[in-house]
Each structure stands twice: as structure tokens, then as C-alpha cells.
């Protein structure tokens, strides 16, 4: 009977030393499960934060793109209005000259 309460005893010391081993894998595998998701998270959101970086930088290059398209488009529509202006003041002088000159024969 003692030799029994003695391997009970060394049983119960084992069993003992088992769980708390056995409780320290657990938390180590816990704190790692918890880690990896704590990075998985933190690369997910270093992820989406690039994503959004790089979407306003293209839109931004877009918007300089279409500025420098409208600001070519106005240019040429006032080089156009320019180049009338200039024409009709070209018909105008010539028609000042033909009638002053028509002025001059009936003179």
C-alpha cells in the first residue's frame, strides 16, 4: 500500500509538472497565434494604406493631365480667336485703303 501512495504521489508529481509544461505550450502557441494575426493585421493595413497612396497619386497625375490638356485646348481657342481678329483687322485695313483710295481718284 505505501509503495502504491508513493507511485500515486510520483503520478500526481508528474502529472503535476505535465500540466504545467503542458499550460506553457498553450500560452506560447496563444502568444504566437495572437502574434502572426497581429502581423497579418498590420500587413493588411500597411497594405490598404499603399493602395490608397497609390490611388492619389494617380489621380493626382490624371488631374495634372487633364489641367494641361484643358490649359492646351484654351490656348489653341485663343490663338484661334486671335488669328480671326487678326484677319477681320487684315479685311478691315484693306477695305480703309481700297476706299481711301477710290477717295483719292475722285478727287
Partial sequence: SEILRQKLKSCEGEFKQWKVRREAELKKEEERKLN???????????????????????????????????????QLKIKEECNAVIHRLKQATEESA???QKNAERS
Fill in 36 to 74: 502572426d494575426e497581429h502581423t497579418e493585421m498590420k500587413n493588411k493595413i500597411q497594405s490598404d494604406i499603399d493602395l490608397v497612396k497609390r490611388k492619389l497619386k494617380e489621380e493626382k497625375m490624371e488631374e495634372k493631365q487633364q489641367m494641361k490638356f484643358d490649359m492646351a485646348e484654351k
Fill in 98 to 100: 481700297m476706299l481711301q
